[in-house]
Every structure is written in structure tokens, then in C-alpha cells.
């Protein structure tokens, strides 16, 4: 069995994950050359990190801008008491949506979208108001990205 904590606090990993992070294409050998271990040891390590799930999969970061989504939005939906997990996995489905969150405050779930444009930003909204559990919506534009990303630095 894989130890997660281990995969934690060993140095060798984190160096491995860096690289990764930087960029999930480089090569087992140039990976190794920059960790300093051999490739069979780099191979290992990531089979191990991937099946504790600590290395989820492989994706590249795709600038949704230049493939004509230039909105994002944060919306935030109150959903009907007993009906969140529902309305999450329901409205997830829709392939504007990037990200779901749970959250505390007066609001119960925040989702982040990418949208073409307003309009297609308004089509989401209204047809989610629709949904029968939805109570309310706030939505948000967001106006510049100053950091986006999904993974946490990795101390050296």
C-alpha cells in the first residue's frame, strides 16, 4: 500500500512534483537529471504518487481566453434544504463550469464558469434559476486574473 505520508514529507517527491507542475510532459531522463536520480526511480515514484492519487492525471492548462471564453464568472446559488449535493452534480454537468465549491456564509455552493460571452453567461443564469431547487443566484464577473491555478507551491 502507498504511504501518503511518505508521498508528504519526502523530498524526492516534492522535487518530482515541481518539475511535473512546471511542466507534465518532461521527460522520465530530464526529470531525473533535475532531481538527481535515475529514471527507474523517477518512474517509480510518479507509478506511486499517481495510484495514492496524489498525482490525479495529466492535463495541459489550456488559456480558455484565446479559445473565445473571455468571461469568467463566480456564481454563487442557495439551494432548497436536502438538494445541494443534487443540484451540484446536476448543474456541474453543463461544460461551462470549471470548478464547484462548497462554501459557509449566506450562499451554499460558488460556481466558476467560462463563458463565450454575456450572453452566454445570461443563458446559464436564467436557465439555473430555472432549476427547481435553485432559490437564488449572485453572480459575479471576474475582471482580471491576477493567479489561477489549482495546485499548491511545493516549499524547497
Same mark, same amino acid.
Given at each position: 500500500?502507498?504511504?501518503?505520508?511518505?508521498?508528504?514529507?519526502?523530498?524526492?517527491? #516534492? @522535487?518530482?512534483? #515541481?518539475?511535473? !507542475?512546471?511542466? %507534465?510532459?518532461?521527460?522520465?531522463?530530464?526529470?531525473? %537529471?533535475? %532531481?538527481?536520480?535515475?529514471?527507474?526511480?523517477?518512474?517509480?515514484?510518479?507509478?506511486?504518487? @499517481?495510484?495514492?492519487?496524489?498525482?490525479?492525471?495529466?492535463?495541459?492548462?489550456?488559456?480558455?481566453?484565446?479559445?473565445?471564453?473571455?468571461?469568467? %464568472?463566480?456564481?454563487?446559488?442557495?439551494?432548497?434544504?436536502?438538494?445541494?449535493?443534487?443540484?451540484? @452534480?446536476?448543474?456541474?454537468?453543463?461544460? +461551462?463550469?470549471?470548478?464547484?465549491?462548497?462554501?459557509?456564509?449566506? !450562499?451554499?455552493?460558488?460556481?466558476?464558469?467560462?463563458? @463565450?460571452?454575456?450572453?452566454?453567461?445570461?443563458?446559464?443564469?436564467?436557465?439555473?434559476?430555472? +432549476?427547481? +431547487?435553485?432559490?437564488?443566484? #449572485?453572480? #459575479?464577473?471576474?475582471?482580471?486574473?491576477?493567479?489561477?491555478?489549482?495546485?499548491?507551491?511545493?516549499?524547497?
Amino acid at each position: 500500500m502507498f504511504n501518503v505520508e511518505r508521498a508528504v514529507t519526502d523530498e524526492l517527491d #516534492r @522535487r518530482i512534483l #515541481r518539475i511535473l !507542475m512546471q511542466d %507534465a510532459h518532461t521527460p522520465f531522463r530530464e526529470i531525473a %537529471a533535475q %532531481a538527481g536520480t535515475t529514471v527507474g526511480t523517477v518512474h517509480n515514484r510518479i507509478k506511486k504518487l @499517481r495510484e495514492g492519487g496524489i498525482i490525479k492525471r495529466f492535463l495541459p492548462e489550456i488559456d480558455a481566453g484565446k479559445l473565445g471564453f473571455g468571461i469568467c %464568472a463566480l456564481i454563487e446559488l442557495k439551494i432548497a434544504g436536502g438538494q445541494l449535493l443534487q443540484v451540484q @452534480r446536476e448543474l456541474s454537468e453543463d461544460p +461551462h463550469i470549471v470548478a464547484v465549491y462548497d462554501v459557509t456564509g449566506e !450562499m451554499d455552493t460558488v460556481f466558476i464558469g467560462k463563458f @463565450r460571452d454575456t450572453a452566454d453567461l445570461d443563458r446559464f443564469v436564467k436557465n439555473t434559476l430555472q +432549476h427547481p +431547487h435553485v432559490k437564488e443566484t #449572485r453572480t #459575479r464577473l471576474v475582471l482580471n486574473v491576477v493567479k489561477e491555478g489549482f495546485s499548491p507551491r511545493l516549499e524547497e
